[in-house]
């Protein structure tokens, strides 16, 4: 087997990457949207945040078998890598996938991270092969998936109004992306209650945010030609931001949006924002993006309040997502 490093300018690398990864979707997890190159692109060259994922293709005779990523951040947790490995249907149960991890983990020893975790749907393929190489499961996410057209507009209008009284002292807002420079720092300080979601047994420190992480963040976007929507809740007494959500929909799919973070600082929690915010940012869309179908989201599967919320919404099960970690 061979394994090779590619990047973002590789066009033929990336045009296989796209086709395995959209094999193994059809085989593993139909239900999630076909990938694009723009999407991987924008994966391999700004990532998430500014971080992009570093990509490998591995082949045995000049035929891609299957590929593998490594994602870490100098933001925080400087002992941690994830890994991502998948193996094409037609070339499984060879052994691929356990050469493509040792490969994977011998780069992440290399850059001196002591602690690796991998991730994929649930499936008895996927739980074993994890044991098999001695990793630990540790945290379970749920994919959901809104329907607009099912929503019960009404019933929202219903606890929406429900709610108001709870929340006097705040105030929703309607912000577009890109941000103003003169928000990011506190925007950035909103942004770190995300750190109080479940992490369940999963070895992470808290994330560090910043006016330039969350540029960055927004950079990603942009690069995906994704339009952003963020709704946040400020408390009027004291003019802090108090709770955000964000929903991006994508340019090449216009019918098709994406969750971002959904989260309300500790000190405010209590007075119902988080269904405020959410359904205030669905009315938004509904005004901005009446063409939009569908918005997937993911959240801890023990992250009771906001699933709460997001069955209240309309958001269905869609499939669960298994992340597993080991010590080097």
């Not at 094409?88 to 996938?97: E, F, M, S, V, Y």
């Not at 997001?310 to 958001?315: A, F, I, P, R, V």
């Amino acid at each position: 087997m061979q394994i090779t490093r590619f990047g973002p300018d590789d066009a033929a690398e990336l045009k296989e990457w796209v086709a395995l990864e959209d094999a193994v979707r059809l085989a593993d997890s139909p239900w999630e949207h076909e990938p694009t190159l723009l999407r991987a692109e924008a994966r391999f060259r700004h990532g998430w945040d500014g971080e992009p994922a570093v990509p490998y293709l591995a082949r045995v005779d000049d035929e891609v078998v299957g590929g593998g990523t490594i994602a870490v951040s100098e933001y925080d947790n400087l002992h941690l890598a994830w890994l991502g490995l998948q193996v094409h249907p037609d070339h499984r149960r060879r052994g691929h996938g356990s050469a493509i991890l040792a490969h994977l983990e011998g780069e992440v020893a290399a850059m001196g991270r002591t602690t690796v975790g991998m991730g994929g749907w649930e499936s008895e393929a996927c739980v074993a092969f994890a044991a098999r190489h001695g990793y630990a499961r540790a945290h379970q996410a749920i994919n959901r998936r809104q329907h607009l057209a099912d929503v019960d507009r009404a019933e929202l209008d219903r606890r929406y109004d429900e709610a108001l009284p709870r929340a006097a002292d705040y105030a929703l807002e309607r912000w577009s992306l890109p941000t103003p420079d003169d928000r990011l720092d506190d925007l950035a300080e909103m942004a770190s209650a995300i750190n109080d979601a479940p992490t369940d047994d999963l070895d992470i420190e808290d994330e560090v945010f910043s006016a330039e992480r969350m540029r960055s963040y927004e950079a990603a976007c942009a690069f995906r030609r994704e339009r952003g929507y963020r709704v946040v809740a400020r408390h009027l007494p004291t003019g802090q931001l108090a709770g955000q959500t964000v929903v991006v929909v994508q340019s090449e799919h216009p019918t098709r949006g994406d969750q971002h973070d959904t989260s309300v600082v500790r000190a405010h929690r209590g007075h119902r924002l988080g269904l405020l915010l959410k359904v205030e940012l669905l009315r938004w869309l509904a005004e901005a993006e009446p063409q939009l179908e569908e918005i997937d989201t993911f959240n801890a599967e023990s992250n009771d309040h906001m699933i709460g919320v997001n069955e209240l919404l309309g958001y269905r099960v869609m499939g669960r997502e298994l992340a597993f970690q080991r010590t080097l």
